[in-house]
C-alpha cells in the first residue's frame, strides 16, 4: 500500500496514462506536481524519501519515476543505486529533478539509469509536456 494521499485509480482503457511517482523530500513540490499531472490526466504515486520509493517498487510499482536529486539520508544517486541493487527497476523511466546547473560527480556510472533532467524551477506546462513524452517511450 502506498502512501497516505496517493491516487490509486487507474483509467482501465488502453489510452491509460503511465503512472507517476514524485520522490522528493519537499511537501510544497509533490503537492505542486501532483496537482499538475493530475489535472493533465496521469495517476500520481508519491514518495517522500529513496526508502519510500524502493518500497513501493518492491510492492510492483512502474511507470515514469520523477526523482529528486537532493534529499536527505537517500539521495537521488542513492535512491538510483538502491534500486539496482533490488533489481526493481526493469519497467521505470527515471528523470532527475535538480535545482543543480549541471550533474554532480555521483551521478558518474549512473547515466545510462536516468532518461532525463528536469531543473528547477520548470513551467508546469513543459512538465506535462516531458511527461507526456516519457509516456509514449515507456509503451514502446
Not at 494521499?5 to 501532483?34: C, P, Y
Not at 520523477?66 to 544517486?77: A, E, Q, R
Request: proline share 5%.
Amino acid at each position: 500500500m502506498g502512501p497516505p494521499g496517493n491516487d490509486t485509480t487507474s483509467g482501465g482503457s488502453s489510452d491509460a496514462m503511465e503512472r507517476v511517482m514524485i520522490v522528493d523530500d519537499d511537501l510544497h513540490i509533490l503537492v505542486a506536481v501532483k496537482t499538475v499531472l493530475n489535472e493533465a490526466g496521469f495517476p500520481v504515486d508519491i514518495a517522500e524519501s529513496g526508502d519510500e520509493c524502493i518500497s513501493l517498487l518492491k510492492a510492483g510499482w512502474t511507470g515514469i519515476i520523477l526523482l529528486d536529486i537532493m534529499m536527505p539520508v537517500m539521495d537521488g544517486w542513492d535512491t538510483i543505486h538502491a534500486i539496482n541493487r533490488e533489481g526493481v527497476g526493469g519497467n521505470v523511466l527515471i528523470a532527475m529533478l535538480t535545482a543543480k546547473e549541471s550533474p554532480d560527480r555521483k551521478m558518474i556510472g549512473l547515466q545510462e539509469y536516468v532518461f532525463d533532467y528536469i531543473t528547477k524551477p520548470f513551467e508546469p506546462a513543459e512538465l506535462v509536456n516531458k511527461v507526456q513524452l516519457y509516456s509514449k517511450y515507456i509503451r514502446r
